[in-house]
């Protein structure tokens, strides 16, 4: 079955009781039981939910696994990994890595002696130099937030695995549509489902998909134990978003083009990280392993100041000056004061995220509009 196919049928079946065509909102909390023990599959909404399940086959179907299961927050879907570890653990990370899973590695699970090492997942020699007997986890963001580097997903297996190392992969950024990490051999994918899955601002969740069955009745086991569970109404609403997801996609990519191509000409540009430029370090690799490149596009003014970003961030009307990512309208943001202000300056400014750093999530509006909005603001400056 193709993708569009996919995400329009995966999950989706008439209600077995009464027809209904869309998945039914099972907004309840417990379940009737004909005697202790003899249920239909449900016992208690912390651990199964229909409208959950339904959701869990859906997300199976996107990205070719074989289990998934969906958490309150993408947080919530990290920390129920890394619930997984013990101390003294390590675990490698990129070097340019979302400021709230930097957080949760440092902040959380550093002081419960989980050790971490962040470093250019692009640079094997570097990853291998860190692999060790404690070593359980790769964590890869490929395309990484802000600033869309891009790791090989395959070659990173192939390394991890050959040590015995699990690779999980955060797909925000491609979604499904995109890039599919089981099929490349990474153990586990995750995304914030908040973001392009949902697609629609109205929902905040994550996700995890894998096909090892052990990897499964941990998650399972863990998210059960915490209760990071969504609401029967998130997934419902999360359940209409992915029906379009493969038209959206294309949407966002094809007005990420068109974006990039004015900002390569604006002369209050200095540097604009996408991979879709072929002069990116990450851009064969990212025609390798994806299908289009995005709807995310950051870049960096020749006025390397905050005032200067904030100028520009202040007068966008199109682009909502606003956190996340993802959904059908465009959104603009500045990741030092922002998504990655939890990284100590000195060393966010090691990957790129300088004070003039902006990110953009390319939206689904006219283009023409959105690029008009954009030269008005950068002729602020």
């Given at each position: 079955?193709?993708?569009?196919?996919?995400?329009?049928?995966?999950?989706?079946?008439?209600?077995?009781?009464?027809?209904?065509?869309?998945?039914?909102?099972?907004?309840?909390?417990?379940?009737?039981?004909?005697?202790?023990?003899?249920?239909?599959?449900?016992?208690?909404?912390?651990?199964?939910?229909?409208?959950?399940?339904?959701?869990?086959?859906?997300?199976?179907?996107?990205?070719?696994?074989?289990?998934?299961?969906?958490?309150?927050?993408?947080?919530?879907?990290?920390?129920?990994?890394?619930?997984?570890?013990?101390?003294?653990?390590?675990?490698?990370?990129?070097?340019?890595?979302?400021?709230?899973?930097?957080?949760?590695?440092?902040?959380?699970?550093?002081?419960?002696?989980?050790?971490?090492?962040?470093?250019?997942?692009?640079?094997?020699?570097?990853?291998?130099?860190?692999?060790?007997?404690?070593?359980?986890?790769?964590?890869?963001?490929?395309?990484?937030?802000?600033?869309?580097?891009?790791?090989?997903?395959?070659?990173?297996?192939?390394?991890?695995?050959?040590?015995?190392?699990?690779?999980?992969?955060?797909?925000?950024?491609?979604?499904?549509?995109?890039?599919?990490?089981?099929?490349?051999?990474?153990?586990?994918?995750?995304?914030?489902?908040?973001?392009?899955?949902?697609?629609?601002?109205?929902?905040?969740?994550?996700?995890?998909?894998?096909?090892?069955?052990?990897?499964?009745?941990?998650?399972?086991?863990?998210?059960?134990?915490?209760?990071?569970?969504?609401?029967?109404?998130?997934?419902?609403?999360?359940?209409?978003?992915?029906?379009?997801?493969?038209?959206?996609?294309?949407?966002?990519?094809?007005?990420?083009?068109?974006?990039?191509?004015?900002?390569?000409?604006?002369?209050?540009?200095?540097?604009?990280?996408?991979?879709?430029?072929?002069?990116?370090?990450?851009?064969?690799?990212?025609?390798?392993?994806?299908?289009?490149f995005g709807g995310m596009i950051s870049f960096t003014l020749k006025n390397n100041t905050t005032e200067a970003a904030v100028k520009m961030l202040s007068n966008t009307h199109l682009f909502t000056l606003a956190e996340s990512l993802g959904g059908v309208e465009s959104?603009?943001?500045?990741?030092?004061?922002?998504?990655?202000?939890?990284?100590?300056?000195?060393e966010r400014e090691k990957t790129g995220v300088v004070d003039s750093l902006i990110r953009l999530s390319v939206g689904i509006e006219d283009a023409e509009d959105l690029i008009d909005d954009l030269n008005k603001a950068l002729n602020k400056i």
């Amino acid at each position: 079955m193709k993708f569009a196919t996919k995400a329009v049928h995966a999950g989706a079946e008439p209600d077995a009781q009464t027809g209904a065509v869309m998945t039914p909102i099972y907004q309840t909390s417990t379940y009737a039981q004909a005697s202790p023990g003899d249920h239909k599959g449900y016992e208690y909404s912390r651990t199964h939910n229909p409208t959950r399940t339904k959701l869990h086959e859906a997300l199976s179907a996107l990205e070719n696994g074989k289990h998934a299961f969906v958490f309150s927050s993408g947080m919530g879907a990290i920390d129920t990994v890394l619930k997984m570890l013990q101390p003294g653990d390590e675990v490698i990370s990129t070097n340019d890595l979302y400021g709230g899973t930097y957080r949760l590695f440092t902040k959380t699970y550093a002081r419960f002696g989980v050790g971490f090492h962040f470093v250019n997942l692009a640079d094997f020699g570097a990853v291998e130099s860190l692999i060790n007997e404690k070593t359980k986890w790769i964590w890869v963001e490929t395309p990484t937030n802000p600033t869309l580097n891009i790791t090989d997903i395959e070659a990173i297996c192939r390394l991890a695995h050959k040590h015995g190392v699990k690779v999980a992969v955060d797909n925000t950024f491609a979604s499904p549509y995109l890039q599919n990490p089981l099929n490349l051999g990474a153990d586990l994918v995750m995304h914030s489902i908040t973001k392009y899955l949902g697609g629609h601002s109205d929902t905040v969740m994550g996700g995890l998909i894998v096909n090892d069955d052990t990897l499964a009745e941990q998650i399972a086991f863990n998210q059960n134990a915490t209760g990071a569970v969504p609401g029967p109404q998130d997934c419902f609403l999360v359940l209409r978003g992915i029906k379009t997801l493969h038209l959206r996609m294309e949407r966002h990519c094809e007005n990420a083009e068109k974006v990039v191509a004015f900002l390569q000409s604006h002369p209050a540009i200095d540097k604009i990280y996408y991979p879709g430029i072929p002069s990116h370090p990450g851009h064969e690799v990212a025609k390798k392993q994806m299908k289009a490149f995005g709807g995310m596009i950051s870049f960096t003014l020749k006025n390397n100041t905050t005032e200067a970003a904030v100028k520009m961030l202040s007068n966008t009307h199109l682009f909502t000056l606003a956190e996340s990512l993802g959904g059908v309208e465009s959104l603009i943001g500045h990741p030092a004061t922002m998504t990655h202000a939890s990284i100590p300056k000195e060393e966010r400014e090691k990957t790129g995220v300088v004070d003039s750093l902006i990110r953009l999530s390319v939206g689904i509006e006219d283009a023409e509009d959105l690029i008009d909005d954009l030269n008005k603001a950068l002729n602020k400056i």
